[in-house]
């Protein structure tokens, strides 16, 4: 039992480069949740997910796409990083249990 | 507009005192507030919470105070301990599945 997994751990990436945060658990939550951990700004919702299929935007969700094909996984996508999107992002599910985190740098 | 706001960025506190830290929120349909500890490079870890019907809930060296009419809610660690020290946030919901977050307290308990 695993609970929330997030991959991978650190990417370091140029500014109009996509990539995809993974958030996996095995807990069978039927709530999943990113959010961004800024200095001075605390943790803040950019997406969450009611059920599998379901999506809803957060707090800070523009930049940012997700997608929740099965109940287990709910993908974070940056189309085209930028700068501003430097930070600590943690996946949560149900209960608020949060992964260990991906440190993302965009250069 | 920060709903959730944790006025004191950081706070020092002697070991086997009491820590209190607060938290204060403006939206009066939240009902539910967590406290989250959170070490370097982990994830939070809930810690405790408590319902908009109570005023008070304990575990162990823990207690959430929550007072409605000001809108405002502590967390009180009593006694302190090194390992106590962390980032502490406070969050809040009400009851839409999405939870609002504080800026966070850095607690340093000092030996």
């Known amino acids: 039992n695993a609970g929330v997994t997030q991959t991978p751990k650190f990417r370091v990436l140029k500014t109009g480069q996509s990539m995809t945060l993974l958030c996996a658990q095995d807990?069978?939550?039927?709530?999943m949740y990113w959010y961004r951990q800024d200095p001075g700004m605390g943790l803040r919702l950019i997406h969450y997910?009611?059920?599998?299929?379901?999506?809803a935007k957060g707090e800070v969700p523009d930049g940012y796409n997700v997608s929740r094909l099965k109940k287990q996984n709910f993908l974070l996508g940056l189309e085209s990083a930028a700068p501003s999107q430097t930070s600590v992002y943690f996946c949560?599910?149900?209960?608020?249990?949060f992964g260990s985190g991906t440190r993302l740098t965009v250069v | 507009d920060q709903q959730v706001k944790q006025n004191s960025p950081s706070l020092s506190v002697q070991e086997g005192r009491i820590s209190i830290l607060n938290c204060d929120y403006t939206?009066?349909?939240?009902?539910?507030f967590l406290w989250y500890k959170k070490y370097p490079a982990e994830g939070p870890t809930f810690l405790i919470s408590i319902s908009s019907i109570k005023d008070k809930n304990e575990d162990g060296r823990f207690t959430v105070f929550l007072n409605k009419s000001a809108k405002h809610l502590s967390l009180h660690i009593v006694p302190s301990q090194p390992g106590d020290s962390a980032v502490y946030f406070c969050a809040a919901t009400s009851g839409t599945y999405k939870y609002i977050f504080g800026t966070g307290t850095r607690l340093k308990v000092l030996a």
């Open positions: 997910s009611v059920g599998e299929g379901t999506t």
């Open positions: 949560a599910s149900s209960y608020q249990l």
């Open positions: 807990m069978n939550h039927e709530y």
């Open positions: 939206n009066s349909m939240f009902d539910y």
